[in-house]
């Protein structure tokens, strides 16, 4: 059975730095794996997808890493910023073709000015 | 324009009643979900459905029951209300199923009295 953790459960930094979410996973046998943000009240955003066969991806000031064998990734955050407050959660695919995700609790960031 | 939309954002409603939730995306995907997240904000798939196929979390009671009158919806019926379904369920899409993004609507919160 497929298991989604997430640490720390909540991390408070000051504007600037660099920081680091983790994720890690049971099952290697994943498609791929998505890295959301959740804003209080809101839906999930979507923010980078890694497939299986891929090492890591970047989009901004996020970098997402991959490594299946040791079912684990990071999302990287470069120069926080106040707006980056929020809860980022990752997932994994699983149980079929059809993509239900597994999520961990997630990590809820607290950026202060 | 909304791509995943649903409705209503907010539903307070009495124990033992018959409620129905609306999900509506128009981003022409093929596949859609629906997730609850819990008091806790955990995160956990009740279904996934394309037109070939529905896939149903064994945990889900059978109260609960997806309907899809065409590929851009997908309503949720739930039966018999109970408290411990007191939750945000949230609607997603996404094209092609497990290798693809998922996209998430704003969520319903659903109180039960």
């Known amino acids: 059975k497929q298991e989604v953790t997430q640490i720390p459960a909540a991390l408070s930094v000051p504007e600037g730095e660099n920081l680091v979410l983790n994720c890690s996973f049971t099952d290697s046998a994943i498609y791929n794996l998505q890295w959301f943000r959740q804003d209080p009240g809101k839906g999930l955003t979507s923010l980078l997808l890694i497939q299986s066969s891929q090492r890591e991806q970047t989009s901004g000031r996020l970098n997402a890493s991959l490594d299946k064998s040791s079912g684990r990734s990071t999302l990287y955050i470069a120069a926080s910023q106040p707006g980056d407050s929020a809860t980022y959660l990752c997932?994994?695919?699983?149980?079929?073709?059809?993509?239900?995700?597994?999520f961990g609790k997630g990590t809820k960031l607290s950026v202060k000015p | 324009d909304t791509a995943v939309s649903q409705t209503p954002k907010y539903l307070v409603t009495q124990m033992g009643n018959d409620k129905s939730i609306k999900c509506e995306q128009n981003?022409?995907?093929?596949?859609m979900y629906w997730y609850k997240q819990d008091s806790k904000k955990f995160l956990k798939i009740m279904f996934s459905?394309?037109?070939?196929?529905?896939?149903i979390n064994e945990t889900v009671p059978n109260r609960f029951s997806p309907k899809s009158p065409d590929k851009a919806h997908l309503n949720l019926h739930i039966n018999s209300l109970e408290l411990g379904d007191s939750a945000v369920y949230f609607c997603a899409s996404s094209q092609g199923g497990a290798n693809q993004p998922q996209h998430f609507g704003d969520g319903t919160r659903l109180s039960i009295l």
């Open positions: 997932a994994v695919p699983y149980g079929g073709s059809q993509g239900n995700l597994i």
């Open positions: 459905y394309n037109n070939k196929e529905l896939i």
């Open positions: 981003l022409g995907h093929d596949t």
